[in-house]
């Protein structure tokens, strides 16, 4: 591939500029699509990301709230047996 692309440069010049500014610009076309279609990839990814901690975040407060509800109501029967002075 190389030594045609040699080749072609030397026996056919303008063509060979041709080729090359062609495939410059197709190279640019596709670094400019790969920067595009990454920038939208990564701003999925950061969405998702964000998306994952909001549940997290829902979960630990449902969580805190049930523990919360849970040790008020083991606190509420200590209390009730410390009034009616049961032992354990």
Do not use: D, F, P, Y
């Given at each position: 591939m190389t030594w045609g692309l040699y080749e072609m440069g030397i026996h056919l010049p303008d063509a060979y500029t041709y080729f090359a500014i062609v495939i410059f610009t197709l190279t640019l076309i596709g670094?400019?699509?790969?920067?595009?279609?990454?920038?939208?990839?990564?701003?999925?990814?950061?969405y998702l990301e964000f998306l994952s901690n909001k549940v997290s975040e829902q979960e630990q407060i449902m969580a805190e709230k049930d523990l919360k509800a849970k040790q008020n109501k083991n606190y509420a029967a200590e209390v009730e047996r410390i009034r009616n002075g049961t032992r354990i």
């Open positions: 670094l400019a699509t790969m920067i595009m279609v990454g920038s939208k990839s990564n701003e999925k990814n950061r």
